[in-house]
């Protein structure tokens, strides 16, 4: 009796072992974003993105590359993560459009992994039209910088350390938006800045700067 509960225990080990060994062989054919994440490790990034691969965690500094589209659009249901794994940009020389939805739980958010900063959302010149709408861009140093662009800015709440959004030679629109600016108290700390013969369109927007003033801007 006692050598055949040995067996059965050296037979049970062994079933166990070839099971792990099985399940470990499968999920290494199984896409990342069957387990709600995706990793984005290359400079460039096109495409659709949308909830069934959230949140999609950034390694580098990516670029929307010139003759590029990137779609990333809520459901009725969920919105869409892009967390920055350190102090990354998001280059824009093509077009963004980022589409969330009115419900707190439908936004497109751009935040950092830890508590830190990260450097924002950057539309280069020559980009195309393109669309930020009811996003969420959180622990920026900047959080929407438009230079010699002309980017729609709608319904976001934008969190920043020096300036919520900066147009540089740019015509955005900007409108209904919430911009909370923190940090130190310089001439850049403001919630839009607007430089070297921008025109941009504003409406509706409010503004905090931590430390200055809470302004409503029609």
Not at 8 to 26: D, E, G, P, S, T
Not at 80 to 86: A, C, R, S
Request: charged share 20%; proline share 3%.
């Amino acid at each position: 009796m006692k050598f055949g509960k040995k067996k059965f225990h050296i037979l049970h080990n062994a079933r166990y072992r070839l099971a792990a060994y099985v399940f470990l062989v499968i999920l290494t054919f199984i896409p990342l974003s069957l387990f709600g994440f995706t990793d984005i490790d290359t400079d460039s990034v096109q495409g659709q993105w949308d909830h069934s691969g959230s949140p999609y965690y950034i390694h580098r500094n990516v670029w929307i590359p010139s003759d590029g589209i990137l779609s990333i659009e809520a459901d009725v249901e969920f919105g869409v993560e892009i967390i920055m794994t350190g102090d990354f940009q998001f280059n824009v020389l093509g077009e963004l459009n980022a589409i969330g939805g009115e419900n707190a739980n439908q936004k497109i958010q751009f935040r950092r992994a830890d508590s830190l900063r990260w450097k924002g959302i950057l539309f280069q010149p020559g980009s195309r039209r393109s669309i930020l709408n009811y996003c969420e861009i959180f622990n920026t140093f900047k959080g929407v910088e438009c230079r010699s662009s002309s980017p729609r800015i709608l319904n976001c709440d934008i969190q920043s350390q020096y300036a919520g959004i900066v147009c540089d030679a740019s015509s955005p629109l900007i409108e209904n938006n919430l911009i909370h600016v923190e940090g130190s108290t310089t001439q850049e700390n403001t919630g839009i800045l607007i430089t070297l013969g921008s025109n941009p369109t504003v409406y509706d927007n409010t503004i905090f700067v931590e430390g200055l003033f809470n302004a409503q801007i029609a």
